[in-house]
């Protein structure tokens, strides 16, 4: 059975349809990304899966069990844990009490402060630090941090890349590795085409809301995952 199975999803902001009947399913271990232009529904699709947005029609089934319905906090305590687009910290608490938000609703499990810390060595000097005073890298892996207190059994990441430097981005992937390796399961979006190739198992491709291709990561090349990108798929 798969972990996650999104079922004919469809959502919207009012009469704006933004994911329209999506269905995939992603196993256990399994990192696959989204992909797409900006406003083909990437990140209104991973906030219905995280509860932070309502699904109109379709239903979200994790491990088995129907969480539609269900707010974010109990999704996490599920196991569905979302990275925001922006990180959206408490720029006035430091680090480590960042990071303790994140295990409020959390289930039973392994991550700790001291291991998010040992993921991320970059924070062990700054855990006293207020999180606002960090730059966008060190802000991005506290993010990351954060929604691993929850222990999640699928950890949902929304352009993580997204305003920091080559360098700060090559620091959060080399953490990524260690969830990898740990087996977490992730959802990627990201706009660096290189970088999720060759990072995912397998490649959704978005367009205005609907998924129009998918394929493993390994058997798409970049320029057909650009032409389903744009809609112009003849050109692939
Ligand atoms: P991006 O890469 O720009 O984040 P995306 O693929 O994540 O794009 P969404 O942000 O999910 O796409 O947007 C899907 C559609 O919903 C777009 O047409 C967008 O304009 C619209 N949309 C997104 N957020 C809102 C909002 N808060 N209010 C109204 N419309 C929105």
């Not at 399913?25 to 900006?38: F, P, Q, R, S, Y």
């Not at 970088?195 to 995912?200: D, E, Q, S």
């Not at 809301?209 to 493993?216: E, F, L, P």
């Amino acid at each position: 059975m798969s972990l996650l199975h999104v079922d004919k999803l469809s959502a919207s902001h009012g009469q704006l349809p933004a994911v329209r009947g999506i269905e995939f399913t992603v196993d256990e271990g399994e990192i696959v990304a989204l992909v797409g232009a900006n406003g083909a529904g990437k990140t209104t699709l991973l906030r219905t899966i995280a509860g932070a947005h309502r699904a109109d029609r379709g239903r979200v089934v994790f491990d088995g069990v129907e969480v539609t319905g269900l707010p974010a906090h109990r999704r996490v305590a599920a196991g569905i844990s979302l990275v925001p687009e922006g990180r959206r910290l408490f720029p006035t608490m430091s680090v480590e009490e960042n990071l303790r938000v994140g295990a409020s609703a959390a289930r039973p499990g392994e991550w700790s402060v001291t291991r998010v810390l040992d993921a991320f060595p970059q924070l062990q000097p700054l855990r006293r630090r207020r999180a606002g005073e960090l730059s966008g890298g060190q802000q991005q892996a506290v993010a990351i941090g954060r929604a691993l207190m929850a222990n999640p059994r699928i950890l949902l990441l929304d352009e993580i890349s997204l305003g920091l430097s080559p360098k700060a981005v090559d620091g959060v992937y080399a953490s990524l590795r260690i969830l990898i390796d740990a087996r977490v399961t992730l959802i990627l979006v990201e706009q660096d085409l290189g970088r999720t190739l060759a990072t995912a198992d397998r490649i959704l491709c978005l367009l205005e809301g609907r998924i129009v291709a998918a394929g493993r990561a390994d058997e798409m090349s970049r320029e057909q995952v650009m032409a389903h990108y744009f809609g112009t798929r003849e050109a692939a």
